[in-house]
């Protein structure tokens, strides 16, 4: 990753289909520490009142991990609908990319949580 973090998420804006796209990068360090790999199956949650983000092991509906195996990194990736949760609201601002914040990581088999540091340099 670019920024050097576990995990960042990013928001962006993709002309060709008009849509807005979230992206979790997370590191294969974290990954293997919490039983997942690339081809994983998670949901991504966000607490609106607490600020934590979760990655979770989800059944076969959930978000593939995709990456090359032994990469550096995990990129779940969708198109956000009505209810997802961004980053911001405002598609001037994009694209926004967001730093997990290292001392906020909770690890446990199957899932991650964790917030967000201030908002990061485009």
Do not use: C
Not at 12 to 29: C, D, F, M, P
């Amino acid at each position: 990753m670019r920024s050097g973090a576990d995990i960042v998420i990013s928001q962006t804006y993709k002309a060709s289909t008009k849509s807005e796209e979230l992206s979790v990068r997370i590191s294969s360090e974290i990954l293997l520490k919490i039983g997942m790999e690339i081809g994983s199956r998670v949901d991504v949650l966000h607490d609106e009142e607490n600020g934590l983000w979760m990655v979770k092991k989800a059944g076969s509906d959930g978000f593939s991990v995709s990456g090359k195996a032994g990469g550096p990194t995990g990129l779940i990736r969708y198109t956000l609908k009505p209810g997802h949760h961004r980053l911001t609201d405002d598609r001037a601002e994009l694209p926004v990319k967001r730093e997990g914040d290292k001392s906020s990581f909770l690890l446990e088999s199957g899932s991650v949580v964790f917030s967000l540091v201030q908002a990061m340099t485009n």
